[in-house]
């Protein structure tokens, strides 16, 4: 069975920094891409970043490009994602995915697994 559990969400001030976790269990990152997406309210869900474990790639959205990091360790079947310089139009919940795919990818379809989500609320 697989289970994605996100933590690390919270409130912070613009400029600051936040580091979410995703617990991943069922899954290999070698098999896997795991992706990070979020939906603010009114909004629909987006794609933020990716990590395919098979070769280290990633990928950013344009939007975080620069403020965001993707990293997984893999002793901890955890999946990090790292956010400086936030911003409050980054004020949203945050998902982790998990999808049986080859190449990094930011489209919600090509993801079979998804957590429950952690809030991040940025305040100006």
């Known amino acids: 069975e697989v289970q994605l559990v996100e933590s690390g969400g919270g409130l912070v001030q613009a400029g600051g920094s936040l580091r979410l976790s995703c617990a991943a269990s069922g899954v290999t990152f070698d098999d896997y891409i795991i992706g990070w997406f979020r939906q603010a309210p009114g909004k629909e869900r987006e794609g933020v970043s990716c990590f395919d474990g098979a070769d280290n790639s990633t990928v950013y959205a344009d939007s975080v490009k620069g403020r965001f990091t993707i990293s997984s360790d893999s002793a901890k079947s955890t999946v990090y994602l790292q956010m400086n310089s936030l911003k409050p139009e980054d004020t949203a919940v945050y998902y982790c995915?998990?999808?049986?795919?080859?190449?990094?990818?930011?489209?919600?379809?090509?993801?079979?697994?998804w957590g429950q989500g952690t809030q991040v609320t940025v305040s100006s």
């Open positions: 995915a998990a999808g049986l795919w080859e190449l990094v990818s930011l489209h919600e379809y090509e993801y079979d697994y």
